[in-house]
């Protein structure tokens, strides 16, 4: 039996799966303190859902090609002066090498 619970003011996120064929809808639960305990999937089966973006980490990009929603370059590449962890594996251990980026973006040792 379907049991329905209006949906009007969840927050969720839409998510595409591994394959990139489909899209659901994901809805994280939290314990009192805030920490994530887990989620719940949804189907989406309706043609339109209206949407807020509340972030900053997605750009709009528009060209003659097509036009996209994708990770903003700030997310992908950060700001000058942004701290930096780069994380390498060297010889099984895990290297982590504590840093900021300068005004190329490039990254600088601390």
Do not use: C
């Amino acid at each position: 039996m379907n049991f329905e619970k209006p949906a009007k003011g969840v927050r969720g996120f839409i998510l595409r799966d591994f394959h990139g064929d489909k899209y659901f809808f994901r809805i994280y639960h939290h314990n009192e303190s805030g920490k994530i305990t887990g989620h719940t999937d949804y189907d989406l089966r309706t043609e339109e859902l209206e949407v807020v973006i509340e972030d900053d980490a997605h750009s709009f990009y528009e060209s003659v090609m097509a036009n996209k929603l994708d990770w903003s370059q700030k997310t992908l590449h950060g700001e000058p002066g942004d701290k930096v962890v780069r994380v390498n594996i060297e010889n099984g251990a895990r290297v982590e090498t504590h840093g900021h980026l300068d005004k190329d973006l490039k990254f600088v040792p601390d």
